[in-house]
Nanobody
Framework: VQLQASGGGLVQAGGSLTLSCAAS????????MGWFRQAPGKEREFVAA????????YYADSVKGRFTISRDNAKNTVYLRMNSLQPEDTAVYYC?????????????????WGQGTQVTVSS
């Protein structure tokens, strides 16, 4: 199993970025996927999750209305479109493969992680 996150960078407040996470080594369409982030000195926190075909999505309150998670099962890739970025969104962003449990917001419910991609938002 491999998850390769990309798309991070430095952006000004109010700007946008799209993160990608390319998956390999497993049947991508059979797994729910999620994005988490971790700022320096803080725990990894839930950002968004998406079900198998992308019909259902879930968001942390802090990003609801600004971020959009999506997936392309033909490309084995999950995306995170981030709009209206704020300095408090600065973190390393990780994609994760969801286990079979029904809990989305705990990092313990994800069994594989990408290497992370840095997002820095300047004020």
């Amino acid at each position: 199993v491999q998850l390769q996150a990309s798309g991070g960078g430095l952006v000004q407040a109010g700007g946008s970025l799209t993160l990608s996470c390319a998956a390999s080594g497993f049947t991508f369409s059979a797994y729910r996927m999620g994005w988490f982030r971790q700022a320096p000195g803080k725990e990894r926190e839930f950002v968004a999750a998406i079900t198998y075909g992308g019909v259902n999505t879930y968001y942390a309150d802090s990003v609801k209305g600004r971020f959009t998670i999506s997936r392309d099962n033909a490309k084995n890739t999950v995306y995170l479109r981030m709009n209206s970025l704020q300095p408090e969104d600065t973190a390393v962003y990780y994609c994760g493969r969801k286990t079979s449990s029904m809990t989305y917001i705990s990092s313990r419910e994800y069994d594989y992680w990408g290497q992370g991609t840095q997002v820095t938002v300047s004020s």
